[in-house]
Nanobody, 120 residues
Framework: QVQLAESGGGLVHPGGSLRLSCAAS????????MGWYRQAPGEQRELVAT???????NYADSVKGRSTISRLNAQNMVSLQINSLNPEDTAVYYC??????????????WGQGTQVTVSS
């Protein structure tokens, strides 16, 4: 089983910044991509940012330009820096890892979620 350890959530002032980090461990052959998704109350879970093993990144329009996702491959870790936070960023943030579980199969695994609240 793949386990994802998340850290960095909490209460942040509007205009502030935070960094979310996630480390993957367990049984898998290799990581295809890692990233962060978020879900606000009453909303669908949505992509925030992802980074693949080759370093390619993808950002949601809502965070593009104020976010940076990075991957430390040797440690199976990913971090997401978000600047200029606003109340609309308030959500539960989930780490995602897409991994090869065998030589031919892959699957998605999720962290338990960490709350990010942006409020004065």
């Amino acid at each position: 089983q793949v386990q994802l350890a998340e850290s960095g959530g909490g209460l942040v002032h509007p205009g502030g910044s935070l960094r979310l980090s996630c480390a993957a461990s367990g049984s898998f052959f290799r990581i295809i991509a890692m990233g962060w998704y978020r879900q606000a109350p009453g909303e669908q879970r949505e992509l925030v940012a992802t980074v693949n093993a080759g370093g390619g990144t993808n950002y949601a329009d809502s965070v593009k330009g104020r976010s940076t996702i990075s991957r430390l491959n040797a440690q199976n870790m990913v971090s997401l820096q978000i600047n200029s936070l606003n109340p609309e960023d308030t959500a539960v943030y989930y780490c995602n890892a897409r991994v090869y579980t065998t030589t031919t199969d892959w699957g998605d695994f999720w962290g338990q979620g960490t709350q990010v609240t942006v409020s004065s």
